[in-house]
């Protein structure tokens, strides 16, 4: 069964420290993996995406990992803002002609100052 | 310049009623999307249109009814409301499909409440 398993499900920290949120998944035949982040109150937003050969890509204080081995991606967020504060959610898409993607249940991060 | 709009952001309907909600793009892509975000967050496709053609229709009751007058244009109409279908409706667009390394723009979401 396709699935994308986020940890942990909330995240406490305080304003300029670092954090690190996981994404488990066995999609498969994997096409590509993507990070959003959802402000409450509205849709999400694309941070990153990464197809089987990459590694690492950056955009900004966001920085996601991908290990198609083992089927595992992270996101580090560096010297966290009090406006990092949101949901992050992993996405994985197959190999297929349609639309469907399949969605983790998000990390709930707040930033304290 | 709003890339991807909702009308309404908040919807408060009695059960049995019929309501739609409607959604345009000015990115001018291909393909629309409709989801549904329930009370713990999860995101589950519902249909997906391109070049105003249907092409995923997930397992969602019949009651739901997705219209795409133009590429630009996904709108969605739900029939005979229940209290299940409150929840949060985000509408998106992408160029290509998302399994293309299509990126996927989202707009704010329309609040749907059946008392």
């Known amino acids: 069964k396709n699935q994308v398993e986020q940890s942990p499900q909330s995240l406490i920290i305080l304003e300029g420290k670092n954090c690190t949120l996981q994404?488990?998944?066995?999609?498969?035949?994997?096409?590509?993996l993507r990070w959003y982040k959802q402000d409450t109150g509205r849709g999400p937003v694309s941070l990153t995406i990464m197809t089987f050969s990459e590694n690492t890509k950056s955009n900004g204080r966001y920085t996601a990992t991908l290990d198609a081995d083992t089927k595992q991606s992270s996101l580090h967020i560096t010297a966290s803002q009090l406006s990092d504060s949101a949901s992050y959610i992993c996405?994985?898409?197959?190999?297929?002609?349609?639309?469907?993607?399949?969605f983790g249940d998000g990390t709930t991060l707040t930033v304290k100052p | 310049d709003t890339a991807v709009s909702q009308t309404p952001k908040y919807l408060v309907t009695q059960m049995g009623n019929d309501k739609s909600i409607k959604c345009e793009q000015n990115?001018?892509?291909?393909?629309m999307y409709w989801y549904k975000q329930d009370s713990k967050k999860f995101l589950k496709i519902m249909f997906s249109y391109n070049n105003k053609e249907l092409i995923i229709n997930e397992t969602v009751p019949n009651r739901f009814s997705p219209k795409s007058p133009d590429k630009a244009h996904l709108n969605l109409h739900i029939n005979s409301l229940e209290l299940g279908d409150s929840a949060v409706y985000f509408c998106a667009s992408s160029q290509v499909p998302p399994s293309k390394l299509g990126e996927q723009f989202f707009g704010p979401g329309t609040r749907l409440t059946v008392l």
């Open positions: 990115l001018g892509h291909d393909t």
């Open positions: 994404c488990n998944y066995t999609v498969s035949p994997f096409s590509n």
């Open positions: 996405v994985v898409n197959r190999i297929t002609n349609a639309g469907k993607s399949t």
